[in-house]
Structures are given as C-alpha cells and as structure tokens.
C-alpha cells in the first residue's frame, strides 16, 4: 500500500489517476458506441454490481458475464489467480 501511494506521490500521478472516478459521473446506461467484445466479471464486494439484464443493454457486444464468488473493487490485486481466470475466460471465444 505504501509503495502505491509514494509511486503516485512521487510521480505526480495521483489528479491522472482520479481521473476515472471524474469521468464516471455519468450514468451506467451512456455509454456511446462501444462496438468492440467486452467481458464483465462482477465481484461480490465490487462497488458497483451490474445486473447482467443492465450489462446487456449498455454493452451491445457483451461476450462474457459471470458472478464469481470472491473479490472487490481491487480484485486484481487482492485476488489475482481469479482475476486472470476471469479475463482468460472472457476473451477465450476470441482467440
């Protein structure tokens, strides 16, 4: 945790990397235009938990949706073997 708040103190980082809360002031449903594959892993202590029904209406091309068992907001850290269990399996039907 240290090592993430100096290397975001020291490289002036930290108004960059805030920027993703600022720009999510919008809604869930305005996203416009994404026309790529996307996957959506929903963690169970995740800030936000989509709904697959909500997912399927924001995101036209969704190719993946599971709930898994563990997790939150910082599942790539906190649970890494699963994080990358998950994103394999997304993108797997595109390979």
């Known amino acids: 945790m240290l090592d993430n708040i100096t290397l975001t103190w020291l490289t002036n980082t930290g108004i960059s990397s805030a920027r993703l809360y600022w720009e999510n002031k919008l809604g869930f449903f305005d996203v416009k235009d994404v026309k790529v594959p996307a996957g959506?892993?929903?963690?169970?202590?995740?800030?936000y938990q989509a709904p697959r029904t909500?997912?399927?209406?924001?995101?036209?091309k969704l190719i993946y949706f599971n709930e898994v068992p563990k997790g939150n907001h910082f599942a790539a850290w906190?649970?890494?073997?699963l994080f990358t269990t998950e994103v394999r399996a997304a993108f797997r039907s595109l390979r």
């Open 40 to 47: 959506l892993s929903v963690f169970p202590r995740e800030l």
């Open 54 to 60: 909500w997912a399927e209406q924001a995101y036209p």
């Open 78 to 81: 906190q649970e890494p073997a």
